[in-house]
């Protein structure tokens, strides 16, 4: 930010910050809080970021006060012309920085413009032939038996998605998820020997159980995908294919991964959140071929509740940085300085599930250590490292206590940490990981969950990030009076 930027902002989040004040002072002062916490520790969360004061700004606003359910020109109230606007413009920059067909940018979250995807293929690959088979323009001229066997025919479908603990995201058909529910479901794993993904055994899986949606995307693979892969085992069995880039939506933004890497050539649909490498708000969006733009722009209102019109304008701010060339700068840097973290580990003897990355994030093994995914989370914090547990492939401890740490690094990126400050945080968290031990159970056994802390490693390891963290302050310039 320029110094101008600087003392703008300070300005308006000061007496924003008053004006919360006088109605509900505790709001303000956690707010004050949340900043002050963020400043202080070493975010290395994967999926979290720091959007622009330009975005945040954009989201306060009284958007957040009209209801626009439909689409652009087609609202189910009036009075939406602003909001068709800021729609259009973000969905033109969507479409842009992606070079998608069609980007529908009124998803709330991830998992809503998951559903969105769902919901479009049933209604464009079973709705579509079927109201041809019953001679029906549409689902009203249906009479209430054709109705019974449309929705078995809806309910009859299956989906391929990775697995949980091989990294692949609670909606690729995970069983106790709605997208578990909603489709017959199989899920694709990673090789037990390297941890990567084997595409013939995701081709056989795919020849064998017939899908109408492949999902490919992740949440906690550490490595690249290839979608033109994945777009021939999806032709072979005449399934949809469908991305969820959540994760690394920057990446692709800032031409990191390019050619068969990026999702967008090669998937008939990609979703997304905004919020993660994307630094953008919190949200989602979801791109797509002409092909799947009439059922996907019919996302709300059969699926959405009413989009978020403050947020749909902060999309566009937020899409208006990452077409900007400092974002390419941006993107490479994550990418960069998670091989430079992953290297970190190597070099201290950690273990790293498939034994590196090539993306942004890291997943670290810590059963070395004696720990659980869950007291390894627990002790970083107590040092001011802020991560999450993850399971890792075949995990003995299961997906609440896990055996895993994921490690992201779009956050620091965004503070300007590089490879020596990410080869620091290698080192502090292996100083917290070896100086932890298991704690015992009432019953006197040991702990998945309590862990001691070996005195003074948590200053010490404060006092070494704070360094960093002061070298490169969150949202420079911007002080709150
Ligand atoms: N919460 C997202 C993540 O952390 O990856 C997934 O839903």
Not at 366 to 389: C, D, F, I, M, P
Request: charged share 20%.
């Amino acid at each position: 930010m320029t110094d101008d930027l600087s003392r703008l902002s300070s300005s308006a989040y000061s007496q924003a910050l008053e004006v919360i004040a006088s109605v509900e002072p505790r709001i303000a002062e956690a707010t004050r809080a949340e900043l002050a916490d963020q400043r202080a520790s070493l975010k290395l969360i994967a999926s979290e970021n720091y959007a622009s004061p330009a975005v945040l700004m954009t989201m306060g606003t009284w958007f957040s006060d009209k209801y626009a359910e439909g689409t652009v020109g087609h609202r189910f109230y009036a009075g939406c012309q602003n909001v068709d606007t800021v729609e259009s413009i973000a969905a033109e920059h969507a479409r842009e920085l992606f070079g998608a067909e069609y980007a529908y940018v009124q998803p709330h979250s991830g998992i809503d413009a998951n559903l969105v995807a769902f919901w479009s293929i049933l209604a464009h690959r079973v709705e579509g032939p079927w109201l041809e088979k019953a001679q029906a323009k549409n689902v009203n001229e249906l009479t209430d038996a054709d109705w019974e066997e449309l929705r078995r025919e809806l309910g009859n479908q299956r989906l391929l998605g990775m697995s949980l603990d091989a990294g692949g995201h609670l909606t690729h058909g995970f069983r106790p998820n709605i997208s578990g529910k909603m489709f017959h479901q199989q899920q694709y794993g990673t090789d037990p020997e390297t941890g990567l993904l084997d595409y013939d055994k995701v081709a056989a899986k795919a020849r064998e159980f017939k899908p109408l949606v492949l999902v490919a995307g992740y949440s906690a693979y550490p490595r690249r995908v290839d979608f033109a892969k994945m777009r021939e085992i999806a032709d072979e069995v005449g399934a949809t294919l469908m991305v969820d880039m959540a994760h690394f939506a920057g990446l692709v933004a800032g031409k990191v991964f390019t050619g068969d890497e990026d999702p967008v050539p090669h998937a008939h649909i990609v979703t997304s959140t905004t919020h993660k490498s994307l630094r953008g708000p919190r949200g989602g969006i979801v791109l797509a071929t002409e092909e799947y733009a009439p059922s996907v722009d019919r996302g709300c209102p059969m699926v959405l509740g009413g989009p978020l019109s403050h947020v749909m304008a902060a999309k566009a701010v937020a899409f208006a940085e990452a077409r900007q060339d400092s974002f390419r700068g941006y993107a490479q840097q994550v990418a960069d300085n998670a091989k430079s973290l992953a290297e970190g580990f190597l070099t201290r003897g950690t273990d790293l599930v498939t034994g590196g990355t090539d993306n942004h994030l890291v997943l670290v093994d810590v059963s070395k250590y004696g720990l659980t995914g869950r007291q390894a989370e627990s002790a970083l914090l107590e040092a001011g490292v802020v991560t999450n547990r993850n399971s890792v492939p075949a995990d003995p401890n299961g997906a609440w206590y896990t055996s895993g740490i994921r490690l992201g690094t779009p956050a620091l990126t965004t503070r300007g940490f590089g490879h020596d400050e990410f080869d620091t945080v290698a080192d502090l968290i292996v100083d917290v990981l070896s100086n932890t031990q298991p704690g015992t159970t009432k019953a006197g056994g040991q702990s998945k969950a309590s862990f001691v802390l070996a005195d003074g490693v948590a200053d010490r390891v404060r006092a070494r990030s704070a360094e960093m963290l002061d070298k490169h302050p969150l949202y420079p310039g911007l002080e709150l009076s």
